[in-house]
T-cell receptor
């Protein structure tokens, strides 16, 4: 079965520091990976997806199939990046129709 | 607000009672999803609809749970004979495309259920 692991419940950094939120997955086929974010008192929303190879709000994530990872990175954290981040996976057996989420990592950026 | 709306926002019920939640998706979205989120966990998939057809159900969706989307617009999730373990945030999401990679899921604010 497919699984997403986010090893850190909380990541606390200072403003301007680099950030890396870790995500590992288990799936034997070709998955699609996503990062969703939930800011305080807001809805869960898509941040980025690996198929787009885009940078959103300074965040990037590269799919590493060898290490089965999809870590989220930002070189210089901002206070407004403080939020709950969820890594998610869709898989071919489901027609890439549904998402399996990790447990999430809370990012706290201090001034 | 033209986003996904869920009603009610909060529901407190006694064990054994039935509850029903409603989700109104973004109007042009034909896919509608239900997820459940408990404390310290990420959202867990329950079921999804393509228009009015329920295409997939998770093993988490026990016989006490039933979801409908009668006209391919709003959806309801009913839990019969609630148990304390049903206490959770129930999230609804909608999307435009068949594959989640082509069209992101748009989530509602959720309905928080507390079973006493």
């Amino acid at each position: 079965a497919q699984r997403v692991t986010q090893p850190e419940k909380l990541l606390s950094v200072f403003k301007g520091a680099p950030v890396e939120l870790k995500c590992n997955y288990s799936y034997s086929g070709s998955p699609e990976l996503f990062w969703y974010v939930q800011y305080s008192r807001q809805r869960l929303q898509l941040l980025l997806r690996h198929i787009s190879r885009e940078s959103i709000k300074g965040f990037t994530a590269d799919l590493n199939k060898g290490e089965t990872s999809f870590h989220l990175k930002k070189p210089f954290a901002q206070e407004e990046d403080s939020a709950m981040y969820y890594c998610a996976l869709s898989w071919g057996d489901s027609g890439y129709s549904t998402l399996t989420f990790g447990k999430g990592t809370m990012l706290l950026v201090s001034p | 607000d033209t986003g996904v709306s869920q009603d009610p926002r909060h529901k407190i019920t006694k064990r054994g009672q039935n509850v029903t939640f409603r989700c109104d998706p973004i109007s042009e979205h034909n896919r509608l999803y239900w997820y459940r989120q408990t404390l310290g966990q990420g959202p867990e998939f329950l079921t999804y609809f393509q228009n009015e057809a329920q295409l997939e159900k998770s093993r988490l969706l026990s016989d006490r749970f039933s979801a409908e989307r009668p006209k391919g617009s709003f959806s309801t999730l009913e839990i019969q004979r609630t148990e304390q373990g049903d206490s959770a945030m129930y999230l609804c999401a909608s999307s435009l495309a068949r594959q989640v990679g082509r069209s992101p899921l748009h989530f509602g604010n959720g309905t928080r259920l507390t079973v006493t």
